[in-house]
């Protein structure tokens, strides 16, 4: 009987261990990027121009997450993930999202801390990597380097908690609900978002969003839907579209933001590893809410899997950009009018995930 007990306490401990074994995971992701860039003011002599190569860390990090059983239909969630520059362009790490909550099968997961903002959660429509690898900002900043110019983008949230809804009777819905709390301000400008996905396994999705608050001081609606021809017919080929609207709460006249993403990817099975080439093209009109403020971006580019870990990309984008009015800082203000903005990258790297 004592060698019985031994064997179970043992047994229940080994499980409990390994439980509450965190998993260490990262990615490293540099890029060499030659950028040729130009911002032609009109009616002033600050024109910006850059043509150099660059060195770039893209979304490079590191983190721990695990889970821990609380009850028999509950589970203790955590993650603990910060950026870092590969490239060294800056030191030290910068919180991404970490949060801890809990999961239940009957109540949804919900989580607490920094949180990347449920606006991201219909954003499958996007394929571009490196130098292209989100939607971009819609503000030309005062610094010397010169990004794409695109829609408003979704960030991650301080103070903020996420609700993920369970399944329901395996309907092929995903919904979650977000919450922020604008602790600096007296919570006079607390954000919330919702968003709720499609899917059914098929080869389509359909997703839409909403976010007041958070990302932006307004609203922005955002829809999108994808396809993987491959399920239907002998083309592997995943085709997506994103509508995003945008309606700012400044001071003074603005316009409603639009803008509109169409993308395509296909795989290669000519190679002796998986390998993918994509496309994608943006547009956005009233940029930042400034009327006659226009951009279109497009980017081609590839992937091949050395392993499934280990990724080769090569791309090549161009931006541009009319009608931008650059921003400025406390210790750096921008004087001069608005101009026009153009930016052509060509550049490829390595990723490394573990």
Avoid: C
């Amino acid at each position: 009987m004592k060698k019985l007990l031994l064997a179970t306490a043992i047994a229940a401990l080994s499980v409990s261990a390994a439980n509450a074994a965190p998993t260490l995971y990262g990615k490293a992701f540099v890029t060499a990027d030659y950028v040729n860039a130009e911002f032609d003011a009109v009616g002033s002599a600050n024109d910006r121009d850059e043509d150099t190569v660059e060195i770039n860390s893209n979304s490079s990090r590191i983190g721990i997450r695990g889970s821990e059983a609380l009850t028999a239909n509950t589970d203790v969630i955590y993650q603990l993930e910060y950026g870092t520059y590969v490239d060294g362009d800056e030191d030290g790490f910068k919180n991404r999202d970490t949060y801890l909550g809990v999961v239940n099968k009957n109540f949804g997961e919900i989580r607490a801390g920094k949180n990347q903002s449920t606006l991201d959660y219909v954003n499958n429509v996007i394929v571009n990597d490196g130098y292209w690898d989100n939607l971009g900002g819609n503000k030309l900043e005062s610094n010397e380097e010169q990004g794409g110019l695109n829609m408003a983008d979704s960030g991650r949230i301080a103070s903020s908690i996420i609700w993920k809804a369970p399944k329901y009777n395996n309907l092929p819905l995903a919904l979650a609900l977000m919450y922020s709390s604008d602790e600096d301000n007296g919570n006079s400008d607390d954000g919330f978002g919702a968003s709720l996905m499609f899917d059914q396994g098929t080869g389509f999705t359909a997703g839409v969003a909403y976010d007041k608050d958070q990302n932006i001081d307004g609203d922005i609606i955002r829809g999108t839907a994808t396809v993987d021809l491959g399920k239907y017919m002998a083309a592997p080929i995943t085709l997506g579209a994103l509508y995003q609207v945008a309606d700012f709460d400044y001071e003074g006249d603005t316009e409603k933001e639009k803008g509109f993403v169409l993308s395509a990817a296909m795989g290669l099975a000519n190679f002796a590893r998986p390998a993918t080439i994509y496309t994608q093209y943006n547009n956005t009109s009233n940029l930042d809410g400034v009327d006659n403020a226009d951009s279109d971006q497009i980017v081609v580019g590839g992937k091949y899997f050395f392993k499934d870990n280990i990724i080769a990309h090569a791309y090549a984008g161009m931006n541009k950009a009319e009608n931008v009015q650059p921003t400025g800082t406390d210790d750096k203000p921008y004087v001069g009018g608005k101009g026009d903005v153009d930016v052509v990258v060509v550049g490829g790297g390595l990723e490394y995930l573990f």
